[in-house]
């Protein structure tokens, strides 16, 4: 399959591809002109100008686009002009998202660089100044004159740009070319871009003598680059080559020309030549050091020119660079003898470099040979855990590693001195005790224990003893105290040492004296006492306790260690949940407590206590861990729990840091994490396996890496961060994994024999295969993505189809696979062609090489036979294809060797004998076919792939348990292997001394939209297509197919873990006031939070005059429901206002007319009416700095007055009584309240408050008198004004008691402001006497939090989140306590229900008469009901979708539309009422697109919706009901059209499928897959007789995927028939931004539908017009956006087209002319024109508008 930048081999001709002569997709600024250059015989551009930066060439024309150029190599063709500056300018992007700019100029006097910028010197010397200078040396060594020669050479540059980030940029990898500028003063004939080394001087009759082809890795220069030479004359004479970074002085950094009449021109670092002609030369000498690089050339000007041959036998050794000093590479040229390359080094010669070739990076995995062993460092950064065999210290907040590695068991305890210098660590097996110095993570010492196994170890405070417990052979216990005071010299001696039958889990050194111990288990507690070399204990007495299990004992923390002994407490836990505190000094019990879970706590029959498995205790509480899976904060008195933090599994460890603030915790279950008792937040450390680690596989685009265990479960983790992401658990347990080489998409083989696909992007299971009847030992997917194959232990082998989603079976072969386990999880292999696939088989002497395709057998190859003097059948275990060569295939054998075989021939042309001890379990191949890594005895080992070194294998020990697989990760960046836990190591071998044998022959050019033949196939995309998974990708990640290109490396930064606990920490908003204190948004309904949006204003798009306008806004669909009080009435005037997005619509209530208030361009979030309704105020949510509040003249809808102050959002708006104040009141971000001028609109006064303020409103009596409500309260207000000035005096009060910690959301005043009416988050209702300020009474009104609270007389209303709207009575509420008491419940107050209404959501706004009759009110649903309690009523007034509108479409009749949304509803609405006829609602599911059938008869009316779980559903509209429901589909359906005639369903999904459906009976009648891996943005049907384009059919459509490719097709339903007439493919850059792509947009002609028009991402922002007829582009208009979505009038010119910066923009595409309308406010995604094309309707997340078309 080709790669995706094959169109950029062998070469790209970037002024030919991107038309520069044109200036289309190039920009000139100043002097650029063409001429015609006599001495090349051709026409260049010439670049004149004083100053470079006013007179030069861009390519790409637009700073924002990218050449995405991969090749290594740039080639500039070019002549400066003498004694005038000139400039080259290249910008770069590289595989971690960096952009660095390379500057290359006469005019520079030295080298610089800073991090993302280069400036190179350039000497460009005459040629008059170059024969003075050589003519003198000529004369000094009697040679010659120079020939004549022009004055300026034309000059060819190459330059390396691998090999210059690399060198200058502290190994940067190069990834892309992104722009280039060519500034004056030169000449410039042509720039292109190769990873060939290009020789410019060979002639193709040369290279065509001398048998050069490309994967020579040299060719003669292109004809079309060539420079002319006259005949009989050389190259050398007349022009002049500079290799960059190759022939320049790295030392002085400058760029040199070198003619070829030098010799000192050395041959490039990669390839040497023998060459019979060549003269001897003198040597060359590359000095490296640490700092800088120099190279030295001399100086043969005075010989003859020799005969220039280019390289074609590569250098089989490298340099290598020591730091310690200066490396010399000579290079030497013999007569008729090969180059040489040699080392000064003699010791590195013939060895594997670098040495170390690897280095352990991270490990996943955590305990082995116990879960009970963790340690703080002293200053409670670091966590110290045992992982198997290895010690690992982990910083918790950057999650570095340090790894202590010696030991060769597992790890059974762990301990640290006082101040955390000394680490000691015991190993199972044969006991082995280490000594480590922590800071420095050397071993100090080393001994055994001569014990079976030990237990538990510890140090005590200062470090000079050391005691350790476990079991001998016999089962005794055994407990030995060494004496380490001499540790620094590696002296430890045993101090005591003692057997007895006393069962000893934990012991323990006091912190307060060296000589006493302490320990526990099985039925006892026993202290300990070391004196004179002899150890001592005694029991504590535990009377009825004694045949208690002891878990885990502790000292009592924080105190001095001068405390006398006697006041000494000790803590011992058990299992059965029992607390003993022991008196030390006493050796008695003196406290006994018995914990239980929390819901037992107060039951009569307890159950059993919490089984503690650990304990830690600190000055302030104690820290335990059960059984149960919790860790639970007691205090000291154990009377209650504080915090607790349930876990997946039991806690087997606690430990508190030492300042107490993190307590440590570890899990059976193989996790390890710890919690932050100040935030009370959890974080997870480490998840691992909890048993052998089987197999794994990599996702090398999203860096996921997915492993499966012999516990049962299927994980995957970030290669980055090592965050396990998913987790699959399974009874039937898994035994092979493989990651789909594109897709979000694994499979995993089981023990069962079931082979079973999953979809990580929607966590489901997508196809599951039982066609195995054993153990599944091999599973691979072919790199093409196109093929799955499983191979299972009974022998059978299944080919399946990857392409679909339920990888539908091909074909299954039995007793093809050798019998047996021994070769899982890797027993398949498939080549990098994806042709072949190799496996062991039918027996386990033969290796069988089959077709990937139909498993036809290609190959049988016995490897018994190729030892002929053997004694034994040698039998094959592991196959694996090189990556960079197909035809060769390894083979692991029984008599551990590998085997290279030729998969063409089968011949045997490699062998390496005694690769293990035992023999290679695992071995993969390096994609530079340089390296092999293999795995066997625990070991990691890397191989020279070509064995010709001396010392051919470097080894790593690390592992415990034998390695199941080991690989190189995509990119060959690392290695990943896997057994006992899953190691990542840094592979170092420099990614620049690949040599790239394997080159691409030349391939004919990629289709494109200007052919003139229809095409037969669909052609590939120009760039990849975008990932449409939601997946958050690194900008360096690229494709997997891509030898020279690698995966971005390990992220910097780490990211959070997913934690399973149920502490979880709320994700609220958090900013920063002007104080600096973070703000925390609080967690209530009531409070205002932005839509979230990614769309940015376009500033610069102006609108036009209301008379002039090509259309006019009509009406508006939908009501903000993430608004707060954002609805408004006037019942006198009949008018009530609310608002959608950032308009503010005013409605007739009697005619349901429209007026729009349009000046805010953001979410408004509330809104206000004045007490005479003849002013509305509105705020919109924080744009740039500010909140805009806007102040409208009712009658005639303008904007009198705009005022901003805040600088959050705006909570709430509030006029006096009097109208003569405004009150705003800003959000969490910025409590503070401001009181207006309603005559000035200037600000009078403003106050702060403690916390967020959810409602405020003025008193309806006294105009002075205000009061608002929050999270700290309530808060009674007084304004007094005095002139031009105010004074704003605020009083908090906090909530009462009674009602507990509550937040107070909302308020209202009584009509004789007597009394204030609060509402809080817990359905509180209190009720306050205003002049004592106090609460006298507490009602609980609702179960939810109550956010709208209206008092009307002596009705009260209120609206919660539970949708219920509840009408009280209040007649007896004001008999309450003079004194300002709280009313007692016998005193007659009473608050009763009266009316009860169920709404579709939770109430956010409400208006009400003065009787509280009937009334406004607004949900969160987007509705708007007329409220009536008389009748008891609710009638809906405006309907809206609550979330994002997917689609929209139109009855052909234009007598009804359709809209779909996110939240799964489709709505049917009547024009020109655009009331809601019917809604059809599909729970859980959001609906994607809609379709109306071209039947226009009632009764024949059909809608066809696609949904995102793959379904199509079918309603017919004269029923209401469901008729049909269809599955064409695996994946979210993006497009959905009838065919013109009705007949057929055509639905395009998000994986590029396009399934035909039939309408009668739901059936899949066709599925078409040209478009596979992009997203179907766009199908449309038109009816259109075929026979004009050669064709039969009637009907024409088109698809259009993400991907920039389009379809047409030919079609007659009735005859099943439908053909390919034609493809566009629209070339593009890659796109760099983090969101996804513009979509790709097409539309037949309105009137011609042979005539296309097309829009989407590409190289420029564009309308293209395609022709099918011409099969040409016939006219493009120039975009200032990308398009998001664009509708075409059938009756006018006009094309209405949004974009992502919220213009929605009218175009008459004839003459160009356009206008912009700004009325929305978030980007637009549908805009569609009605059949008769009077309205246009245009959405942006949740907003309809209609407009009314007048034409431009």
Same mark, same amino acid.
């Given at each position: 399959?080709?790669?995706?930048?094959?169109?950029?081999?062998?070469?790209?001709?970037?002024?030919?591809?991107?038309?520069?002569?044109?200036?289309?997709?190039?920009?000139?600024?100043?002097?650029?002109?063409?001429?015609?250059?006599?001495?090349?015989?051709?026409?260049?551009?010439?670049?004149?100008?004083?100053?470079?930066?006013?007179?030069?060439?861009?390519?790409?024309?637009?700073?924002?686009?990218?050449?995405?150029?991969?090749?290594?190599?740039?080639?500039?063709?070019?002549?400066?002009?003498?004694?005038?500056?000139?400039?080259?300018?290249?910008?770069?992007?590289?595989?971690?998202?960096?952009?660095?700019?390379?500057?290359?100029?006469?005019?520079?006097?030295?080298?610089?660089?800073?991090?993302?910028?280069?400036?190179?010197?350039?000497?460009?010397?005459?040629?008059?100044?170059?024969?003075?200078?050589?003519?003198?040396?000529?004369?000094?060594?009697?040679?010659?004159?120079?020939?004549?020669?022009?004055?300026?050479?034309?000059?060819?540059?190459?330059?390396?740009?691998?090999?210059?980030?690399?060198?200058?940029?502290?190994?940067?990898?190069?990834?892309?070319?992104?722009?280039?500028?060519?500034?004056?003063?030169?000449?410039?004939?042509?720039?292109?871009?190769?990873?060939?080394?290009?020789?410019?001087?060979?002639?193709?009759?040369?290279?065509?003598?001398?048998?050069?082809?490309?994967?020579?890795?040299?060719?003669?220069?292109?004809?079309?680059?060539?420079?002319?030479?006259?005949?009989?004359?050389?190259?050398?004479?007349?022009?002049?080559?500079?290799?960059?970074?190759?022939?320049?002085?790295?030392?002085?950094?400058?760029?040199?020309?070198?003619?070829?009449?030098?010799?000192?021109?050395?041959?490039?670092?990669?390839?040497?030549?023998?060459?019979?002609?060549?003269?001897?030369?003198?040597?060359?000498?590359?000095?490296?050091?640490?700092?800088?690089?120099?190279?030295?050339?001399?100086?043969?000007?005075?010989?003859?020119?020799?005969?220039?041959?280019?390289?074609?036998?590569?250098?089989?050794?490298?340099?290598?660079?020591?730091?310690?000093?200066?490396?010399?590479?000579?290079?030497?040229?013999?007569?008729?003898?090969?180059?040489?390359?040699?080392?000064?080094?003699?010791?590195?010669?013939?060895?594997?470099?670098?040495?170390?070739?690897?280095?352990?990076?991270?490990?996943?995995?955590?305990?082995?040979?116990?879960?009970?062993?963790?340690?703080?460092?002293?200053?409670?950064?670091?966590?110290?855990?045992?992982?198997?065999?290895?010690?690992?210290?982990?910083?918790?907040?950057?999650?570095?590693?340090?790894?202590?590695?010696?030991?060769?068991?597992?790890?059974?305890?762990?301990?640290?001195?006082?101040?955390?210098?000394?680490?000691?660590?015991?190993?199972?097996?044969?006991?082995?005790?280490?000594?480590?110095?922590?800071?420095?993570?050397?071993?100090?010492?080393?001994?055994?224990?001569?014990?079976?196994?030990?237990?538990?170890?510890?140090?005590?405070?200062?470090?000079?003893?050391?005691?350790?417990?476990?079991?001998?052979?016999?089962?005794?216990?055994?407990?030995?105290?060494?004496?380490?005071?001499?540790?620094?010299?590696?002296?430890?001696?045993?101090?005591?040492?003692?057997?007895?039958?006393?069962?000893?889990?934990?012991?323990?050194?006091?912190?307060?004296?060296?000589?006493?111990?302490?320990?526990?288990?099985?039925?006892?507690?026993?202290?300990?006492?070391?004196?004179?070399?002899?150890?001592?204990?005694?029991?504590?007495?535990?009377?009825?306790?004694?045949?208690?299990?002891?878990?885990?004992?502790?000292?009592?923390?924080?105190?001095?260690?001068?405390?006398?002994?006697?006041?000494?407490?000790?803590?011992?836990?058990?299992?059965?949940?029992?607390?003993?505190?022991?008196?030390?000094?006493?050796?008695?019990?003196?406290?006994?407590?018995?914990?239980?879970?929390?819901?037992?706590?107060?039951?009569?029959?307890?159950?059993?206590?919490?089984?503690?498995?650990?304990?830690?205790?600190?000055?302030?509480?104690?820290?335990?861990?059960?059984?149960?899976?919790?860790?639970?904060?007691?205090?000291?008195?154990?009377?209650?729990?504080?915090?607790?933090?349930? +876990?997946? %599994?039991? &806690?087997?460890?606690?430990?508190? #840091?030492? =300042?107490?603030?993190?307590?440590? !915790? /570890?899990? @059976?279950? $193989?996790?390890?994490?710890?919690?932050?008792?100040?935030?009370?937040?959890?974080?997870?450390?480490?998840?691992?396996?909890?048993?052998?680690?089987?197999?794994?596989?990599?996702?090398?685009?999203?860096?996921?890496?997915?492993?499966?265990?012999?516990?049962?479960?299927?994980?995957?983790?970030?290669?980055?961060?090592?965050?396990?992401?998913?987790?699959?658990?399974?009874?039937?347990?898994?035994?092979?994994?493989?990651?789909?080489?594109?897709?979000?998409?694994?499979?995993?083989?089981?023990?069962?024999?079931?082979?079973?696909?999953?979809?990580?992007?929607?966590?489901?299971?997508?196809?599951?295969?039982?066609? +195995?009847? %054993?153990? &599944?030992?091999?599973?691979?997917? #072919?790199? =093409?993505?196109?093929?799955?194959? !499983? /191979?299972? @232990?009974? $022998?059978?082998?299944?080919?399946?189809?990857?392409?679909?989603?339920?990888?539908?079976?091909?074909?299954?072969?039995?007793?093809?696979?050798?019998?047996?386990?021994?070769?899982?999880?890797?027993?398949?292999?498939?080549?990098?062609?994806?042709?072949?696939?190799?496996?062991?088989?039918?027996?386990?002497?033969?290796?069988?090489?089959?077709?990937?395709?139909?498993?036809?057998?290609?190959?049988?190859?016995?490897?018994?036979?190729?030892?002929?003097?053997?004694?034994?059948?040698?039998?094959?275990?592991?196959?694996?294809?090189?990556?960079?060569?197909?035809?060769?295939?390894?083979?692991?054998?029984?008599?551990?060797?590998?085997?290279? &075989?030729?998969?063409?021939?089968? #011949?045997?042309?490699?062998?390496?004998?005694?690769?293990?001890?035992?023999?290679?379990?695992?071995?993969?191949?390096?994609?530079?076919?340089?390296?092999?890594?293999?795995?066997?005895?625990?070991?990691?080992?890397?191989?020279?792939?070509?064995?010709?070194?001396?010392?051919?294998?470097?080894?790593?020990?690390?592992?415990?348990?034998?390695?199941?697989?080991?690989?190189?990760?995509?990119?060959?960046?690392?290695?990943?292997?896997?057994?006992?836990?899953?190691?990542?190591?840094?592979?170092?071998?420099?990614?620049?001394?690949?040599?790239?044998?394997?080159?691409?022959?030349?391939?004919?050019?990629?289709?494109?939209?200007?052919?003139?033949?229809?095409?037969?196939?669909?052609?590939?995309?120009?760039?990849?297509?975008?990932?449409?998974?939601?997946?958050?990708?690194?900008?360096?990640?690229?494709?997997?197919?891509?030898?020279?290109?690698?995966?971005?490396?390990?992220?910097?930064?780490?990211?959070?873990?997913?934690?399973?606990?149920?502490?979880?920490?709320?994700?609220?908003?958090?900013?920063?006031?002007?104080?600096?204190?973070?703000?925390?948004?609080?967690?209530?309904?009531?409070?205002?939070?932005?839509?979230?949006?990614?769309?940015?204003?376009?500033?610069?798009?102006?609108?036009?005059?209301?008379?002039?306008?090509?259309?006019?806004?009509?009406?508006?669909?939908?009501?903000?429901?993430?608004?707060?009080?954002?609805?408004?009435?006037?019942?006198?005037?009949?008018?009530?206002?609310?608002?959608?997005?950032?308009?503010?619509?005013?409605?007739?209530?009697?005619?349901?007319?429209?007026?729009?208030?349009?000046?805010?361009?953001?979410?408004?979030?509330?809104?206000?009416?004045?007490?005479?309704?003849?002013?509305?105020?509105?705020?919109?949510?924080?744009?740039?700095?500010?909140?805009?509040?806007?102040?409208?003249?009712?009658?005639?809808?303008?904007?009198?007055?705009?005022?901003?102050?805040?600088?959050?959002?705006?909570?709430?708006?509030?006029?006096?009584?009097?109208?003569?104040?405004?009150?705003?009141?800003?959000?969490?971000?910025?409590?503070?309240?401001?009181?207006?001028?309603?005559?000035?609109?200037?600000?009078?006064?403003?106050?702060?408050?403690?916390?967020?303020?959810?409602?405020?409103?003025?008193?309806?009596?006294?105009?002075?008198?205000?009061?608002?409500?929050?999270?700290?309260?309530?808060?009674?207000?007084?304004?007094?004004?005095?002139?031009?000035?105010?004074?704003?005096?605020?009083?908090?009060?906090?909530?009462?008691?009674?009602?507990?910690?509550?937040?107070?959301?909302?308020?209202?005043?009584?009509?004789?402001?007597?009394?204030?009416?609060?509402?809080?988050?817990?359905?509180?209702?209190?009720?306050?006497?205003?002049?004592?300020?106090?609460?006298?009474?507490?009602?609980?009104?609702?179960?939810?939090?109550?956010?709208?609270?209206?008092?009307?007389?002596?009705?009260?209303?209120?609206?919660?989140?539970?949708?219920?709207?509840?009408?009280?009575?209040?007649?007896?509420?004001?008999?309450?306590?003079?004194?300002?008491?709280?009313?007692?419940?016998?005193?007659?107050?009473?608050?009763?229900?009266?009316?009860?209404?169920?709404?579709?959501?939770?109430?956010?706004?409400?208006?009400?008469?003065?009787?509280?009759?009937?009334?406004?009110?607004?949900?969160?649903?987007?509705?708007?009901?007329?409220?009536?309690?008389?009748?008891?009523?609710?009638?809906?007034?405006?309907?809206?979708?609550?979330?994002?509108?997917?689609?929209?479409?139109?009855?052909?009749?234009?007598?009804?539309?359709?809209?779909?949304?996110?939240?799964?509803?489709?709505?049917?609405?009547?024009?020109?009422?655009?009331?809601?006829?019917?809604?059809?609602?599909?729970?859980?599911?959001?609906?994607?697109?809609?379709?109306?059938?071209?039947?226009?008869?009632?009764?024949?009316?059909?809608?066809?919706?696609?949904?995102?779980?793959?379904?199509?559903?079918?309603?017919?509209?004269?029923?209401?009901?469901?008729?049909?429901?269809?599955?064409?589909?695996?994946?979210?359906?993006?497009?959905?059209?009838?065919?013109?005639?009705?007949?057929?369903?055509?639905?395009?999904?998000?994986?590029?499928?396009?399934?035909?459906?039939?309408?009668?009976?739901?059936?899949?009648?066709?599925?078409?897959?040209?478009?596979?891996?992009?997203?179907?943005?766009?199908?449309?049907?038109?009816?259109?007789?075929?026979?004009?384009?050669?064709?039969?059919?009637?009907?024409?459509?088109?698809?259009?995927?993400?991907?920039?490719?389009?379809?047409?097709?030919?079609?007659?339903?009735?005859?099943?028939?439908?053909?390919?007439?034609?493809?566009?493919?629209?070339?593009?850059?890659?796109?760099?931004?983090?969101?996804?792509?513009?979509?790709?947009?097409?539309?037949?002609?309105?009137?011609?539908?042979?005539?296309?028009?097309?829009?989407?991402?590409?190289?420029?922002?564009?309308?293209?017009?395609?022709?099918?007829?011409?099969?040409?582009?016939?006219?493009?208009?120039?975009?200032?956006?990308?398009?998001?979505?664009?509708?075409?009038?059938?009756?006018?010119?006009?094309?209405?087209?949004?974009?992502?910066?919220?213009?929605?923009?009218?175009?008459?595409?004839?003459?160009?002319?356009?206008?912009?309308?700004?009325?929305?406010?978030?980007?637009?995604?549908?805009?569609?024109?009605?059949?008769?094309?009077?309205?246009?309707?245009?959405?942006?997340?949740?907003?309809?508008?209609?407009?009314?078309?007048?034409?431009?």
């Amino acid at each position: 399959m080709a790669r995706k930048d094959d169109w950029q081999h062998p070469y790209v001709n970037i002024f030919k591809e991107y038309r520069v002569s044109e200036w289309q997709n190039a920009s000139k600024v100043g002097d650029v002109s063409p001429s015609w250059d006599k001495t090349i015989n051709c026409s260049v551009f010439r670049i004149r100008g004083p100053v470079p930066a006013e007179n030069f060439i861009l390519i790409p024309k637009n700073a924002s686009q990218s050449l995405g150029l991969k090749g290594r190599y740039l080639y500039l063709l070019f002549k400066p002009t003498p004694r005038k500056p000139f400039l080259i300018v290249l910008d770069v992007g590289t595989e971690n998202g960096r952009t660095v700019r390379i500057s290359i100029s006469n005019m520079f006097k030295e080298f610089d660089f800073t991090p993302t910028s280069l400036l190179f010197p350039i000497q460009c010397k005459l040629e008059f100044e170059w024969s003075q200078e050589t003519a003198f040396k000529s004369t000094k060594q009697c040679f010659g004159p120079l020939p004549p020669g022009p004055k300026v050479h034309w000059t060819c540059l190459m330059m390396d740009l691998q090999l210059t980030l690399a060198t200058y940029l502290n190994r940067l990898y190069y990834s892309h070319l992104k722009s280039i500028k060519l500034c004056s003063n030169m000449s410039v004939k042509n720039v292109f871009t190769t990873d060939l080394q290009l020789t410019p001087e060979l002639s193709y009759q040369q290279a065509k003598y001398l048998g050069l082809t490309p994967k020579d890795g040299t060719v003669p220069m292109p004809r079309d680059m060539m420079f002319p030479v006259p005949m009989g004359h050389k190259w050398e004479k007349y022009y002049n080559y500079i290799r960059f970074p190759l022939d320049g002085e790295f030392k002085s950094n400058i760029i040199q020309k070198i003619s070829f009449h030098d010799e000192s021109r050395s041959p490039s670092p990669e390839t040497a030549t023998s060459t019979p002609e060549l003269p001897e030369a003198e040597q060359i000498q590359v000095l490296k050091s640490s700092v800088r690089r120099k190279v030295c050339f001399s100086d043969q000007s005075q010989k003859s020119s020799p005969e220039v041959v280019p390289e074609q036998r590569p250098v089989n050794h490298t340099l290598s660079v020591n730091e310690e000093g200066v490396n010399k590479m000579k290079i030497c040229k013999r007569v008729r003898k090969v180059i040489h390359v040699m080392t000064t080094s003699a010791k590195e010669a013939g060895k594997l470099l670098p040495d170390p070739i690897l280095r352990l990076r991270k490990i996943i995995g955590f305990g082995g040979a116990t879960n009970s062993c963790a340690l703080w460092t002293l200053a409670g950064d670091s966590v110290i855990y045992p992982c198997h065999a290895i010690v690992v210290s982990l910083k918790i907040n950057s999650c570095e590693q340090r790894f202590f590695i010696g030991h060769t068991d597992k790890v059974s305890a762990l301990a640290f001195n006082g101040n955390t210098t000394l680490l000691v660590s015991a190993q199972t097996g044969n006991c082995v005790v280490r000594i480590w110095n922590y800071l420095k993570g050397n071993c100090v010492a080393m001994f055994k224990m001569h014990a079976h196994s030990v237990t538990t170890l510890s140090f005590s405070h200062s470090g000079g003893f050391l005691c350790g417990g476990g079991k001998d052979s016999c089962g005794k216990t055994l407990v030995v105290v060494w004496n380490t005071t001499n540790i620094k010299n590696g002296d430890v001696s045993i101090f005591a040492k003692l057997k007895m039958e006393v069962d000893i889990q934990r012991m323990k050194f006091a912190n307060f004296d060296e000589t006493r111990l302490v320990s526990c288990g099985h039925d006892s507690i026993r202290l300990w006492r070391v004196n004179k070399g002899t150890l001592r204990s005694c029991a504590v007495n535990l009377g009825e306790y004694r045949t208690l299990d002891f878990t885990d004992v502790a000292f009592e923390e924080g105190d001095s260690p001068e405390q006398h002994i006697d006041d000494r407490l000790l803590f011992a836990s058990s299992r059965s949940g029992h607390i003993f505190e022991i008196d030390y000094s006493r050796v008695v019990i003196k406290n006994v407590r018995w914990l239980f879970p929390v819901q037992q706590k107060w039951s009569v029959n307890k159950g059993p206590g919490i089984a503690i498995n650990s304990l830690s205790v600190c000055s302030t509480f104690c820290a335990t861990g059960s059984e149960d899976g919790f860790l639970r904060l007691w205090p000291l008195d154990f009377s209650g729990v504080f915090l607790e933090a349930e +876990h997946e %599994g039991p &806690v087997s460890l606690v430990s508190v #840091s030492s =300042d107490s603030m993190q307590v440590l !915790s /570890a899990t @059976s279950t $193989g996790n390890l994490g710890f919690l932050d008792v100040s935030s009370r937040g959890y974080n997870t450390l480490m998840r691992s396996h909890t048993s052998n680690v089987l197999g794994f596989s990599v996702d090398g685009i999203r860096r996921h890496l997915t492993t499966a265990s012999s516990d049962g479960s299927i994980r995957i983790w970030s290669m980055d961060s090592l965050h396990q992401l998913y987790d699959f658990v399974s009874e039937d347990k898994p035994c092979s994994v493989a990651f789909h080489p594109r897709e979000q998409i694994f499979s995993c083989g089981f023990n069962s024999g079931i082979v079973r696909v999953f979809d990580i992007s929607c966590g489901k299971l997508l196809a599951e295969h039982n066609h +195995h009847k %054993g153990l &599944v030992v091999g599973l691979a997917f #072919s790199p =093409d993505g196109e093929c799955m194959y !499983s /191979a299972a @232990s009974e $022998g059978s082998l299944a080919l399946y189809n990857s392409c679909d989603n339920d990888s539908h079976v091909i074909r299954v072969v039995c007793r093809v696979v050798a019998r047996g386990t021994g070769r899982a999880p890797d027993a398949l292999t498939v080549s990098s062609d994806s042709r072949c696939l190799a496996f062991v088989g039918p027996t386990e002497y033969v290796i069988t090489i089959a077709d990937a395709l139909s498993l036809e057998e290609s190959l049988r190859l016995d490897v018994s036979v190729f030892d002929p003097q053997s004694t034994f059948l040698d039998s094959a275990l592991k196959v694996c294809f090189s990556v960079a060569s197909p035809e060769h295939l390894l083979v692991t054998t029984s008599a551990n060797k590998i085997l290279w &075989v030729n998969t063409q021939t089968g #011949s045997l042309f490699r062998q390496v004998c005694n690769v293990h001890t035992k023999w290679c379990t695992s071995l993969a191949v390096s994609q530079d076919k340089r390296f092999l890594v293999t795995a066997g005895d625990n070991a990691v080992k890397v191989w020279d792939y070509n064995m010709k070194l001396k010392f051919n294998s470097q080894m790593f020990i690390g592992h415990s348990q034998p390695i199941n697989q080991v690989s190189f990760t995509p990119g060959q960046k690392g290695v990943i292997s896997v057994g006992d836990a899953i190691f990542l190591w840094d592979f170092l071998a420099h990614p620049l001394h690949m040599q790239l044998k394997h080159r691409l022959p030349l391939q004919a050019a990629t289709d494109s939209a200007v052919d003139t033949i229809p095409r037969q196939r669909a052609p590939q995309p120009l760039t990849p297509p975008p990932h449409l998974d939601g997946t958050i990708m690194d900008p360096a990640e690229i494709g997997l197919n891509d030898i020279n290109a690698a995966a971005s490396g390990p992220s910097s930064r780490p990211e959070s873990a997913a934690s399973f606990l149920k502490i979880t920490e709320l994700g609220n908003v958090q900013n920063n006031d002007s104080t600096g204190r973070k703000t925390v948004r609080p967690d209530c309904y009531k409070h205002f939070v932005p839509h979230i949006k990614t769309s940015i204003l376009d500033q610069t798009a102006v609108t036009p005059q209301p008379d002039k306008a090509g259309m006019t806004l009509k009406t508006i669909i939908g009501y903000n429901g993430n608004g707060r009080g954002n609805l408004v009435w006037s019942p006198d005037q009949g008018l009530f206002a609310y608002s959608c997005g950032g308009v503010v619509v005013v409605e007739n209530v009697n005619s349901g007319r429209q007026r729009h208030l349009v000046v805010h361009r953001e979410e408004i979030s509330c809104l206000a009416i004045s007490n005479n309704a003849k002013m509305i105020a509105s705020a919109a949510s924080k744009s740039a700095n500010r909140s805009l509040i806007c102040i409208w003249a009712i009658l005639g809808g303008a904007c009198v007055n705009t005022i901003s102050y805040h600088k959050g959002a705006v909570q709430s708006l509030a006029f006096s009584s009097d109208d003569r104040f405004l009150l705003s009141v800003g959000d969490f971000s910025d409590c503070v309240m401001a009181v207006w001028s309603c005559s000035t609109f200037e600000m009078l006064s403003k106050e702060s408050a403690l916390g967020p303020i959810h409602d405020a409103a003025f008193s309806p009596s006294v105009a002075a008198h205000l009061a608002c409500v929050g999270s700290q309260g309530v808060y009674f207000g007084l304004f007094q004004n005095q002139g031009g000035e105010g004074d704003l005096n605020l009083v908090r009060v906090k909530a009462p008691t009674a009602v507990g910690d509550v937040e107070m959301t909302a308020l209202c005043f009584h009509a004789d402001d007597a009394l204030l009416f609060t509402a809080s988050n817990r359905g509180h209702l209190c009720i306050w006497d205003i002049k004592t300020r106090s609460c006298f009474m507490a009602v609980d009104v609702d179960e939810g939090e109550i956010g709208v609270l209206l008092c009307r007389g002596n009705r009260l209303l209120t609206g919660s989140d539970t949708q219920r709207l509840r009408l009280w009575g209040i007649e007896a509420v004001r008999r309450f306590d003079p004194e300002g008491n709280a009313a007692k419940k016998n005193s007659g107050v009473s608050v009763m229900l009266k009316q009860e209404i169920v709404l579709d959501g939770a109430a956010v706004s409400a208006a009400f008469d003065n009787t509280m009759d009937m009334g406004i009110v607004g949900t969160t649903t987007g509705t708007l009901w007329y409220i009536d309690w008389l009748e008891n009523s609710s009638i809906r007034l405006v309907s809206g979708h609550k979330n994002k509108v997917n689609d929209l479409a139109f009855q052909p009749d234009e007598s009804h539309f359709a809209t779909c949304s996110e939240d799964g509803s489709l709505r049917v609405w009547s024009i020109p009422s655009n009331e809601l006829v019917v809604q059809f609602q599909v729970l859980n599911q959001a609906c994607t697109c809609v379709s109306w059938s071209p039947f226009v008869i009632m009764q024949r009316a059909r809608l066809v919706a696609g949904y995102n779980d793959g379904t199509v559903r079918v309603f017919r509209l004269a029923t209401s009901e469901m008729e049909r429901k269809l599955n064409p589909h695996r994946v979210a359906i993006t497009a959905i059209q009838y065919s013109a005639n009705g007949e057929v369903i055509l639905s395009g999904a998000k994986n590029g499928l396009i399934a035909v459906s039939r309408v009668t009976d739901g059936s899949t009648i066709r599925v078409f897959k040209d478009h596979k891996k992009g997203a179907i943005t766009t199908i449309e049907c038109v009816r259109e007789q075929c026979k004009n384009f050669g064709v039969a059919g009637n009907e024409l459509w088109l698809a259009a995927s993400l991907d920039r490719r389009v379809s047409v097709w030919a079609a007659d339903w009735f005859k099943s028939k439908c053909n390919l007439l034609d493809w566009l493919t629209l070339a593009a850059p890659p796109y760099g931004q983090d969101d996804s792509p513009p979509p790709s947009l097409a539309a037949f002609h309105p009137t011609d539908p042979s005539v296309i028009i097309y829009t989407g991402y590409g190289i420029e922002k564009e309308l293209t017009f395609y022709s099918l007829k011409k099969k040409r582009i016939i006219k493009k208009i120039a975009l200032p956006h990308w398009a998001t979505c664009f509708s075409l009038s059938p009756k006018s010119q006009l094309i209405a087209l949004g974009s992502k910066e919220r213009v929605l923009k009218l175009i008459k595409w004839s003459t160009g002319e356009f206008q912009d309308f700004l009325e929305h406010s978030d980007s637009l995604q549908k805009c569609r024109f009605s059949p008769s094309g009077t309205f246009l309707f245009s959405v942006a997340h949740n907003e309809i508008l209609i407009w009314e078309v007048n034409g431009l």
